[in-house]
């Protein structure tokens, strides 16, 4: 699993750097990416002594003349209502893997993290008002890159369709004219209303729609798959969560959203970012929050 992880990271890191890797082996991947060291310009192996160096220098900084930074803080958006990437824990604050990621990020900036939980539709607009970046399970859209930049992508997801117990739903075909509940604003709202007939049904918490499925006033719900999967368990023996694959759903990518143009934010969050990719605490975090089946 773990070397299937890092083959599925490397080659996140190779569209990410865009750079030709030629996935022959596993093998052949993981060193590409061990090589690829600076996510910024510097995509030459031979610079990563200059890239570690310049990364260290920017370590502990409380300032950095990044406007999103110059109070030392930086102010996150999420939608804690997306389990295992984020969700509330019992004290009432938002946790999950994307929030463990972003404070890890923050630590090697040497910045302070403040997490802001927002309703989804409203996080890209926000950006560069009340907050400075947003993490949410967000997958990269090129509707969304008009308004704000994205960082190097760390996940690749795909969308599921949960449908009830012994539902006959199998196919794109069999989507037609359906109720379909989704959470409002996310990329399964826009699959759901490319649905010919479709009733599409939008929900501010992708839960809300699992429990009207669960009521029988949906067909079906689209959502990411790993929340998905969280909700299958939370229904056992009510839901099933089938892969969108089977729909002809294609995969998609997880970024940090970010301000529009503020490259030196981007290219520090993504040396962060790679960092922990390399040093293990990225996959760290996939074993705890995603595989270790918390939220
Ligand atoms: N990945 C989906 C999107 O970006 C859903 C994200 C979410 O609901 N938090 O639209």
């Known amino acids: 699993m773990k070397k299937l992880l890092a083959a599925m990271m490397a080659s996140v890191l190779c569209l990410a750097l865009l750079t030709g890797c030629g996935g022959a082996s596993d ?11 600076s996510a910024g310009e510097e995509t030459n192996a031979g610079e990563a002594a200059d890239a570690e160096s310049e990364a260290e220098a920017a370590d502990g900084e409380s300032t950095d003349g990044s406007g999103a930074l110059d109070d030392g803080v930086l102010n996150v958006g999420t939608n804690a209502e997306f389990p295992p990437f984020e969700y ?9 893997f994307d929030i463990a ?8 900036m040497g910045v302070e993290v403040q997490v802001e939980n927002m309703e989804f539709d409203a996080l890209v ?5 009340k907050i400075d970046v947003a993490i949410a399970g967000m997958t990269i859209t090129d509707e969304r890159q008009k308004m704000v930049d994205f960082s190097n992508p760390y996940y690749i997801a795909v ?16 989507l ?3 109720a379909i509940g989704v959470q409002l604003g996310t990329t399964g709202d826009i699959l759901a209303e490319d649905v010919e007939g479709a009733e599409v ?29 969280v909700f299958e368990t939370k229904f056992e023996g009510k839901v099933t969560a089938v892969d969108g694959a ?8 997880y970024a940090i959203s970010l301000p529009k143009g503020d490259t030196e934010l981007a290219e520090k969050i993504n040396a962060a970012l790679q960092e922990m990719m390399e040093d293990g605490t990225f996959d760290a975090l996939v074993e705890e929050y995603i595989e270790g089946g918390k939220g």
């Open 201 to 229: 049904a939008q929900y501010n918490k992708a839960l809300d729609a699992v429990n009207d499925l669960v009521n029988g006033r949906l067909d079906c719900v689209i959502v990411d798959k790993n929340p998905a999967l």
């Open 159 to 174: 969308q599921y369709v949960i449908l009830p117990e012994g539902s006959a739903i199998a196919s794109a075909e069999d």
């Open 101 to 108: 990621l972003i404070k890890a990020i923050g630590e090697k």
């Open 246 to 253: 089977q729909f002809g759903f294609e995969t998609e990518e």
């Open 88 to 96: 509330v824990d019992d004290n009432g604050e938002p946790d999950g």
């Open 176 to 178: 037609k004219g359906k």
């Open 125 to 129: 607009a926000s950006i560069g008002r």
């Open 27 to 37: 093998e052949g991947a993981e060193v590409s990416a061990e090589e690829e060291t």
